[in-house]
C-alpha cells in the first residue's frame, strides 16, 4: 500500500494510472476506521482496479464548539484495517496543503444542507461539500462511496455532482451495526459504558417505528411522538427526530413513497445519528 501526502504527487500517480486504464474506486473518510469504512473500501476494491482511501480530518466541517481537537485519530491502526480491506492507496494530507493560506473557495448545495444536521451544525455541509469537491479533483474517482449512516452527507454529495456536472459515480452503501444495534461510528469510543447502553435507544426507536409503519400506521406524528418517548426515557437529549421525503428531506405528514427517519441526539457529551429508510 502506497501512503501520499502531497496533493501533486498523488494526482501525478494516478493520473498515469488512469491513462493507462485503470479505474479509481474513492472512499473519503476522517480516519479512524471501523466496519463500517472497511465495507465502503470492500466494495470499493470489488469494483474498481485501484482503491484510494483519504484520512484527513477536515477542520472546515467542525464548529468552533465541536470536537475537531479531540476527534480520534491513528494512522498505524489505520493503515492495517484499510489494507485489510483491500485499499492500495491512502491520501493523508495536512490541512495546509488542503487549506494552504490565502484558501477562500466554498461550495455550498443549497436547501439540503440547512435542514437536520445542517440546521445545528451550521456551515458543516458547506465544509464538507468543499473538501470532498477537492478531493474529488485530487483523486478523479470513477465511482466514490459514502455510508448510508450520513444520509443527508450522501444527499448533498449526490446534488453537487449533479450540480457541478463532476464525472463520479457515487455509490451509498449500507449503515454497519455492532451485534446489539448500535451503527458504527468512530465517535462510538467517546461513550462510557452506561452511555453505550442508553444509545442502543436510537436503534430501537427506528425499528419501533419500522414496526408501526408496517402495521398500517401512516400518521407521521404518531410515529414521531412513540419515537420521541422512547428516547426521552432513556435520558437522551434529542437534536432532532424528523421524517422526511428520501429524496428532498422535506417533512412530511404522511407516511407515503420512500421516507427517511433521521435522529440526532447527545448523549452525555457525544452526538450520534442514525436513520433508516422505508419505502411504502
Ligand atoms: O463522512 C466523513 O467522514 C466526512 O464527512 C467526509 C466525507 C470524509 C468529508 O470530510
Known amino acids: 500500500m502506497i501512503i501520499f501526502n502531497k496533493i501533486d504527487e498523488i494526482k501525478l500517480y494516478l493520473r ?44 472546515t466541517q467542525f464548529g468552533p464548539s465541536e470536537d475537531l481537537a479531540k476527534y480520534p485519530r491513528d494512522l498505524k491502526r489505520d493503515e492495517i484495517k484499510a489494507k485489510e480491506a483491500g485499499a492500495h492507496i491512502i491520501f493523508h494530507p495536512d490541512d495546509k496543503e488542503m487549506y494552504p493560506e490565502g484558501y477562500k473557495t ?13 440546521a445545528s451544525r451550521k456551515g ?27 444520509a443527508q452527507q450522501a444527499l448533498v454529495i449526490k446534488q453537487m455532482v449533479k450540480d457541478l456536472n463532476m464525472d463520479t459515480e457515487i455509490v451509498v452503501c449500507p449503515i454497519i451495526r455492532e451485534e446489539d444495534g448500535l451503527a458504527k461510528s468512530s465517535r462510538n469510543v467517546y461513550l462510557s459504558e452506561d452511555e453505550r447502553k442508553r444509545s442502543l435507544v436510537l436503534s430501537k426507536s427506528l425499528r419501533r417505528a419500522q414496526e408501526l409503519i408496517e402495521q398500517g400506521i401512516t400518521d407521521a406524528k404518531i410515529i414521531r411522538s412513540e419515537i420521541v418517548g422512547m428516547i426521552e426515557k432513556e435520558n437522551v437529549i434529542i437534536d432532532y427526530v ?8 422535506k417533512q412530511v405528514d404522511k407516511i407515503e413513497g420512500k ?9 452525555g457529551n457525544t452526538r450520534l445519528i442514525d436513520n433508516i429508510i422505508l419505502e411504502r
Open 16 to 59: 498515469k494510472q488512469q491513462n493507462a486504464g485503470q479505474t479509481i474506486g474513492f472512499v473519503p473518510t476522517m480516519g479512524y476506521l471501523h466496519e463500517g469504512h472497511q465495507s465502503l473500501i470492500r466494495k470499493a476494491a470489488e469494483e474498481n482496479d485501484i482503491t484510494v482511501v483519504s484520512i484527513f480530518v477536515n477542520p
Open 106 to 118: 466554498y461550495i455550498e448545495v443549497e436547501e439540503l444542507s440547512d435542514v437536520l444536521c445542517g
Open 242 to 249: 424528523e421524517i422526511v421525503s428520501a429524496d428532498t428531506l
Open 259 to 267: 421516507i427517511l427517519i433521521a435522529l440526532a441526539v447527545k448523549v
Open 124 to 150: 458543516h455541509f458547506k465544509g464538507v461539500a468543499t473538501v470532498v469537491a477537492k478531493l474529488f479533483n485530487i483523486v478523479h474517482p470513477d465511482k466514490a462511496y459514502f455510508g448510508q449512516k450520513d
